[in-house]
């Protein structure tokens, strides 16, 4: 285990180090989404996953669910990337991924299970270049709402290429053969799952950077109102900005 953690650590090194300059901010106003939709244009252009349009801006549905929770990550005050978070359960479904997978999905929300759902992560493709460690970072913010919702489930909607990432950071497994995802060209995504509580400690061994403390998670999901953790979300929110250096 030992020379694994060796192995790892100038990542996990330079990722300590950049996280002491992020701000997760979850947006709300018009600017802020805005500047999130252009950039996830930029990211999904870059990547060559759609065709240029003249909106420049990629936004759905599921941006104004109830259920949802757009987060922007901020690197020295300037937005570098962006994920979207949805809150799985029996009474709140709304997402992309129980719309492409709900024939695994659906039963199991009929049974009570809470499921994290990140969707839409995009990075601005010059600052990605730069930043390396953007993912670890940005995808941090699905399992620190994994540990605050108390949730039997962290998924991922991903791209059939992208697997490893997710197999080796959070020990996903895929549960189903790859489909078509609406609007991309010829990619197909997979959905892959584990299992928060069982694998939990496993994962911060691995990935430090993925510990949090119970107030930073409050700070980041506690919608307006709400005095404890609940099982589903609320349905108004609260602006946040959490600085990471502050609460690490």
């Not at 996280?19 to 950039?39: G, S």
């Not at 490893?164 to 790859?178: C, D, G, S, V």
């Not at 939990?200 to 107030?215: C, D, Q």
């Not at 700070?219 to 929110?237: E, H, I, K, N």
């Amino acid at each position: 285990m030992k020379s694994g953690a060796e192995a790892r650590a100038p990542l996990e090194i330079r990722g300590a180090a950049l996280f002491d300059r992020v701000d997760y901010r979850l947006i709300e106003t018009p600017e802020e989404r805005d500047a999130v939709y252009a950039m996830r244009y930029r990211a999904y252009l870059h990547g060559g996953l759609i065709s240029p349009s003249a909106s420049e801006r990629i936004v759905d549905v599921y941006d104004d669910s109830p259920n949802a929770w757009i987060f922007g990550v901020y690197l020295d005050g300037e937005l570098c990337s962006s994920l979207r978070l949805h809150v799985l359960t029996s009474e709140w479904r709304m997402s992309y991924t129980t719309e492409l997978f709900g024939d695994v999905l659906l039963p199991r929300l009929d049974r009570g299970e809470v499921f994290v759902d990140p969707a839409r992560f995009a990075a601005d493709p010059e600052k990605s270049q730069r930043f390396h460690e953007l993912p670890y970072l940005t995808l941090r913010l699905a399992y620190l709402a994994c540990d605050h919702f108390n949730a039997d489930l962290g998924l991922a909607m991903v791209r059939t290429d992208h697997q490893a990432f997710y197999r080796r950071i959070f020990l996903h497994e895929t549960l189903t053969e790859p489909r078509p995802f609406p609007g991309w060209h010829s990619r197909q995504v997979v959905l892959m799952a584990s299992d928060f509580a069982k694998l939990k400690e496993r994962v911060l061994t691995r990935f430090p950077i993925m510990r949090s403390s119970a107030f930073e998670r409050r700070m980041l999901f506690d919608r307006a109102g709400q005095t404890q953790p609940v099982s589903r979300p609320a349905l108004v929110a609260a602006p946040r900005k959490v600085s990471a250096a502050t609460l690490a």
